[in-house]
């Protein structure tokens, strides 16, 4: 059983359509749970419960074999399933991943439809440095993972490394080969990186400071496992 959090705006789009060509019908989507568009007592609160409430329950009776979307990996804590629960997420440069999803949001607005922060976004007319530095969004990361920490993951990507990193997910957890496919991608992105001055990634990098310090640890994370596997 895989739980695989999708953190907005580090490919989770496109991982998840590898996730589908995978499991197919096994695959579930968790998307109502909208983090980012409650508050952080609701969120944690519901989070807590159900950790509680599927502490050494069998989640393969829901009939899937994956779980991916945007919810806290929380829930799933103390959960059990016939074989070994496998949690995997991926992570991206922190002030890259806000422009990201800025520009996303600006593109993306469904009236009626968007979540309520989003909204908020868009009637309000925010710009690239407000939703930067608004208290909703910030540390992102430390949101989706209030209460489990990085060392529970059996897998972190690294979104810069798309490709290669897909193909280490393949080989140690599911154990096949993955064809890397690309979604929600910004058509007017062309470079790599988005442009940003050095007044405002300072001020970003000092707000979300906290993420800064999960992606580095991540960074680690991954070196380490590159040392282990030469080793091994």
Sequence with gaps: MLISIHMPKTAGSSFQATLAAHYGDALLLRYQDQPLHRSAWSRNFDASVDCLRNRGYKVTKINADCIHGHF?????RFSEADAPLQFVTWLR????RLLSHYNYWLRSYQPGQSGLLHQRMIEEKWTLEQFALCKEIRNLYSIFLWG????KFDFIGITEDYDNELEQFGQRILHAPTVPEEHNRNPEQTDMEYAVSKTLRRDIEKAHAADMRLYHQALTMRDQRAINSTIN
């Design 72 to 76: 806290l990996p929380l829930r799933y």
């Design 93 to 96: 440069e922190p002030v890259q």
């Design 148 to 151: 489990f920490p990085l060392s």
